[in-house]
T-cell receptor, first 115, second 116 residues
Framework: DVKVTQSSRYLVKRTGEKVFLECVQD?????MFWYRQDPGLGLRLIYF???????EKGDIPEGYSVSREKKERFSLILESASTNQTSMYLC??????????????FGPGTRLTVL | AQTVTQSQPEMSVQEAETVTLSCTYD???????LFWYKQPPSRQMILVIR??????QNATENRFSVNFQKAAKSFSLKISDSQLGDAAMYFC?????????????FGKGITLSVRP
């Protein structure tokens, strides 16, 4: 079974703190994604990575950065957390197109609250 | 850019009955994939069913089936014999078959409740 894990299920941080959300997958997938999920807005893509050290901005990258030093690990960084970044953060991974339908496999999510 | 629309934010179904969740999408491409994902309360998002656009036959997975209307750009999910465990948020998603990555475009989701 594909497994995508996230470092925390729940996280509470203060405004201005630097926050790291970690994601690890064990299926040797090339592509990894970070989304935020908010009520009424669905899933919005923050950043994705299609290879080690490669990254591309998604639809809402402002206020976030990412790091992918190893294939299995994709980190989301909030340089200076703000209250409007309170949300559910979902990580996903998938093989490259051509190896299946490109289905994404999701982690359990991290519910981040910024006070 | 592709868009995915789920116009109904909530639906309810009686246990053992059938329910259909609607999804429409907009694209200028001819080759793509469509997905329905399920997110149970406080649990992980999982894939329910996928459809390749080049296939005319509608996908089926046990009690879940789709009605794929390519010309109308419609992709609805039918759940037969609804069970309490089907209560969840359901997301429709689109992926282009072109390009070097598997980026998905999601709809806003629909919350399905199942009445016992």
């Amino acid at each position: 079974d594909v497994k995508v894990t996230q470092s925390s299920r729940y996280l509470v941080k203060r405004t201005g703190e630097k926050v790291f959300l970690e994601c690890v997958q064990d299926m040797d997938h090339e592509n990894m994604f970070w989304y935020r999920q908010d009520p009424g807005l669905g899933l919005r893509l923050i950043y994705f990575s299609y290879d080690v050290k490669m990254k591309e901005k998604g639809d809402i990258p402002e206020g976030y950065s990412v790091s992918r030093e190893k294939k299995e690990r994709f980190s989301l960084i909030l340089e200076s957390a703000s209250t409007n970044q309170t949300s559910m953060y979902l990580c996903a991974s998938s093989p490259i197109p051509g190896r299946g339908s490109g289905e994404q496999f999701f982690g359990p999510g991290t519910r981040l609250t910024v006070l | 850019a592709q868009t995915v629309t789920q116009s109904q934010p909530e639906m309810s179904v009686q246990e053992a009955e059938t329910v259909t969740l609607s999804c429409t999408y907009d694209t200028s491409e001819s080759d793509y994939y469509l997905f329905w994902y399920k997110q149970p309360p406080s649990r992980q998002m999982i894939l329910v069913i996928r459809q390749e656009a080049y296939k005319q036959q509608n996908a089926t997975e046990n009690r879940f089936s789709v009605n794929f209307q390519k010309a109308a750009k419609s992709f609805s999910l039918k759940i037969s014999d609804s069970q309490l465990g089907d209560a969840a948020m359901y997301f429709c998603a689109y992926r282009s078959a072109n390009g070097a990555n598997s980026k998905l475009t999601f709809g806003k989701g629909i919350t399905l409740s199942v009445r016992p």
